[in-house]
């Protein structure tokens, strides 16, 4: 088991550019979420998709953001016309379950710095 | 508002001491699951340990155990025989699906 993977840890970049981020999820988890984690905060909820299927979406995610799940396994999350307010930890976090909610395990993040 | 609170934005423990970081919440929710989360310096998220809100046992994994009043909406997280690695931010969290955290307790673990 090699837990939920992030890529990359950090990212700078400049305001105005485009970002994207990869997470792997544990192998045999059907559910995936990302959240955004700024400091002295605890993590808010951006997304979760259970294999492709996108099913929820926060008011959080703006128009900027986009996430995908293409084939039930990885996940992007990209940000467009990054702004400096979008600087945070992004956490992807995954979860296996057959009805009903269970825990979820998370990744090491991708700390995000728009300069 | 389907909040979470932590009163508690710092606390000190004495190593081999027991300690209790306090949590309350609101949802209208009936059937959901409660967390504890461990988040060290520099480093990943730690499920600690869960609570399913059906069941009325407190949940209890090793040093770890939990005293829940649903009612109350109450879910604190006591911590037994403190030791050093357990220095870090603790995040209550509940959730159906997506969860909703607190902004944390920094804990300190005195030698």
């Known amino acids: 088991d090699t837990g939920v993977s992030q890529d990359p840890r950090h990212k700078i970049t400049k305001r105005g550019q485009n970002v994207t981020f990869r997470c792997d999820p544990i192998?045999?988890?059907?559910?995936l979420y990302w959240y955004r984690q700024t400091l002295g905060q605890g993590p808010e909820f951006l997304t979760y998709?259970?294999?492709?299927?996108?099913?929820?979406k926060s008011r959080l995610l703006s128009d900027r953001f986009s996430a995908e799940r293409p084939k039930g396994s990885f996940s992007t999350l990209e940000i467009q016309r990054t702004e400096q307010g979008d600087s945070a930890m992004y956490l992807c976090?995954?979860?296996?379950?057959?009805?009903?909610?269970?825990?979820?395990?998370f990744g090491p993040g991708t700390r995000l710095t728009v300069t | 508002a389907q909040t979470v609170t932590q009163s508690q934005p710092e606390m000190s423990v004495q190593e081999a001491e027991t300690v209790t970081l306090s949590c309350t919440y609101d949802?209208?929710?009936?059937?959901?699951?409660l967390f504890w989360y461990k988040q060290p310096p520099s480093r990943q998220m730690i499920l600690v340990i869960r609570?399913?809100?059906?069941?009325?046992q407190n949940a209890t994994e090793n040093r770890f155990s939990v005293n829940f009043q649903k009612a109350a909406k109450s879910f604190s997280l006591k911590i037994s025989d403190s030791q050093l690695g357990d220095a870090a931010m603790y995040f209550c969290?509940?959730?159906?699906?997506?969860?909703?955290f607190g902004t944390g307790t920094r804990l300190t673990v005195i030698p």
């Open positions: 998709f259970q294999n492709e299927a996108q099913l929820e």
């Open positions: 969290a509940w959730g159906a699906n997506n969860l909703f």
């Open positions: 976090a995954s979860s296996f379950i057959t009805g009903f909610s269970y825990e979820q395990y």
């Open positions: 949802t209208s929710e009936s059937d959901y699951y």
């Open positions: 609570q399913e809100a059906y069941k009325q």
């Open positions: 192998s045999e988890h059907n559910r």
